[in-house]
C-alpha cells in the first residue's frame, strides 16, 4: 500500500488535452527542487500566484510564461510541500514541463487518486471525505453537487466520527470497570453500561439506515423502467425524452431486446431511464432473454413506467411485473379519439402530453430524492458498515458479562472507524488515561 511516501510526484490536473490553462501539480518533499529544473531562482510567497517564465536548465530555452503558487505543508492539500505549475493549456507545453518534471531526482508521475490518498496518509481528510471529494468532482447534477460538497466538508464524517466518539467513551469507562473489578471495587452486576445512551445511538443508526435510500439515490440516480406490451411506443418515449434516436423505432413488434439506458437531468437530479424488451409470451430465446431483462428492470426501478395503448386499456402489463405504484402511461393520443383513461396521455410521436410527463416524473423524483438537512448515507459501504454496527450494539444491549460487553462494543468502534479510515487504540488509550487519571 502507497503511504506518504519519500517520493515526490507530479501530475497533470486539469483534463487532458488542449485548453486556455494546464495545472501540474507537484506534491512530495522535493516539490521545491522542481523549480531549479526551470532556472527559477527564488521561491514565490506561499500561496500567492507568481508570475514566472519556465526555462530549459540545460540550455535556458523558455518552456512558458506562468504562474507558480506554492503550498507549504502542511498546510496544503496533501499535507507535503506542493508546486503548482499554471501553463498555458497546450500539448506540447505539458509534455515538454512533465518532461523536465520527469528528469528530476526521486520525481515520478502521479498514479491515480494518489494525491487524495497523500492527503488521507496526513491526516488532511478522512475516507468518507475522500470518497465526498470523488464524487464532487464526478457530480453532474444540483443535488449530487450538494450532496458531495457537504459530504467533503465533513457533515458525514463527523455524525460517524461523533457515534464512534460516544462509544469509544463509554467502551473506556467499562474497560476501567474492568480494571478495578479484579480489585473487588466493582459491583460484578453492574457492568458501568448507559443503557440510555446506548439506545439512543442504536436508535440513530436505524434512522440513519432507514432513510428510503435517499443519498444513493442521489449519488447513483433515480432508475426509471419503462415497460409495456410490444409496439406500445417505449423507444418512441425514450427517444421523445432523450431528444434524440437512442433506440430503435419501428413498427415490427419485439423491436427491442436489450436494455437502453439514458441520462437525464430532471430538476437537477440524476435521472437513468431504461427502454426495455416489449412484455409478450414467445418463443424466440433472444427474446426471452430480452423479456427477462425487461422484469429485472422493473425489479430495479425506483419508479416503474408502465406503457399502454390509448384506447386499448385491456392491454397494461399485470401488476406482478410491476408492483406498488406505477406510472400509467397512454401513448398514441394522436390515433384515438376514444374515451380519455386515467393516467397521463401522450404521444411521442407529436410530442403531446411529453412536458406533463417530465413534470410528473420530475414529481416523483424529487419526492425519492428529497434533501434533508441531515447527513445521508451516500454509499453501499457506509450501509454496510452501519448495519454491522447496529448489530453489535443490539449484542451489547443484551450482553450481561462486562468482559463480552466490551468485545461486542469495541467492535461497533471499529467498524465506524473504518468507514472513516480511522481504528486507532491509541485514541481509546488517550482517552482511558486522560479522562480518569487513573495515575499509573
Ligand atoms: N401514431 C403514433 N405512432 C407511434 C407513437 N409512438 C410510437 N409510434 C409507432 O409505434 C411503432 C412502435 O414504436 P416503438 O417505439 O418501436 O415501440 P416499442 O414499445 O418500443 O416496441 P418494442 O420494442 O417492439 O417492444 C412505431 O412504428 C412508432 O413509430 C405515437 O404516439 N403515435
Ligand atoms: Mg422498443
Known sequence: ?????????????????????????????????????????????????????LRRKKDGVPVDDALILFFPGPNSFTGEDIIELHLHGGPAIIDAVQDILSACKGFRLAQPGEFTRRAFWNGKIDLVEAEGLVDLIEAETEAQRVQALRQLKGSLSALYEGWQ?????????????????????????????????????????????????????????VRVAIIGAPNVGKSSLLNALARREAAIVSDIAGTTRDRV???????????????????????????????????????????????????????????????????????????????????ICISAKTGEGIPELEQELTTRVRSLALQSEAPVLTRARHREAITEATVRLEEVLQEKDSVLLAEHLRAAVAVLGRIIGKVDVEDLLDRIFRDFCIGK
Open 1 to 53: 500500500m502507497l503511504d506518504g511516501s519519500k517520493e515526490t510526484i507530479y501530475a497533470l490536473s486539469t483534463p487532458a488535452g488542449r485548453g486556455g490553462v494546464a495545472v501540474i501539480r507537484v506534491s512530495g518533499p522535493a516539490a521545491v527542487d522542481c523549480l531549479t529544473a526551470f532556472q527559477v531562482t527564488s521561491l514565490p510567497k506561499p500561496r500567492v500566484a507568481t508570475r514566472t517564465v
Open 165 to 221: 466518539k460516544r462509544l469509544a467513551d463509554q467502551l473506556a469507562l467499562i474497560e476501567l470497570g474492568l480494571d478495578f473489578s479484579d480489585e473487588g471495587d466493582v459491583d460484578e452486576e453492574d457492568t458501568g453500561l448507559d443503557r440510555d445512551s446506548m439506545t439512543g445511538i442504536l436508535h440513530e443508526m436505524q434512522a440513519h439506515l432507514d432513510d428510503g435510500r435517499r443519498g444513493e439515490i442521489v449519488r447513483n440516480g
Open 261 to 343: 439506458d439514458i441520462h437525464l437531468n430532471l430538476g437537477g437530479q440524476a435521472v437513468i431511464v431504461t427502454d426495455t424488451a416489449g412484455l409478450r409470451a414467445s418463443e424466440d430465446v433472444i427474446e426471452q432473454e430480452g423479456i427477462r431483462r425487461s422484469l429485472a428492470a422493473a425489479a430495479e426501478a425506483d419508479i416503474v413506467l408502465v406503457m399502454g395503448e390509448y384506447g386499448e386499456p385491456d392491454a397494461l402489463p399485470t401488476p406482478e411485473t410491476h408492483g406498488g405504484d406505477p406510472l400509467v402511461v397512454w401513448n398514441k393520443m394522436d390515433l384515438s379519439t376514444g374515451e380519455r383513461p386515467a393516467g
